[in-house]
């Protein structure tokens, strides 16, 4: 099993910058895939950024040159750097971590953090 867990979130106002960190725990070498997700109210959740086990990063269109994946593996954990913020951007922010071979949804995720966006 492994546990995941948010941190970070809070109220910025547009332009301004937050990082989120994913602190896992548990059997984190099962974990190959790493990333962020997020919704807002009345949406489904999306793909924000992902990380894999080779070291490459994908990001959803409406945040490439805004947001930045890392992960730091001595912490085991992973950060979700956001600049430039927008209102658009304002959500509940998941992290989800997944063995290769296992889609997103049956991985593994965290409780969520709120991120808002507004002046």
């Known amino acids: 099993q492994v546990q995941l867990v948010e941190s970070g979130g809070g109220l910025v106002q547009p332009g301004g910058s937050l990082r989120l960190s994913c602190a896992a725990s548990?059997?984190?070498?099962?974990?190959?895939?790493m990333g962020w997700y997020r919704q807002a109210p009345g949406t489904q959740r999306e793909l924000v950024a992902v990380?894999?086990?080779?070291?490459?990063?994908m990001y959803a269109d409406s945040v490439k040159g805004r947001f930045t994946i890392s992960r730091d593996n001595a912490k085991s954990t992973m950060y979700l750097q956001m600049n430039s913020l927008k209102p658009e951007d304002t959500a509940v922010y998941y992290c989800?971590?997944?063995?290769?071979?296992?889609?997103?949804?049956?991985?593994?995720w965290g409780q969520g953090t709120q991120v808002t966006v507004s002046s």
């Open positions: 990380l894999t086990p080779f070291g490459t990063t």
């Open positions: 548990g059997n984190i070498f099962s974990i190959g895939y």
């Open positions: 989800n971590g997944h063995a290769p071979g296992v889609i997103p949804e049956s991985g593994y």
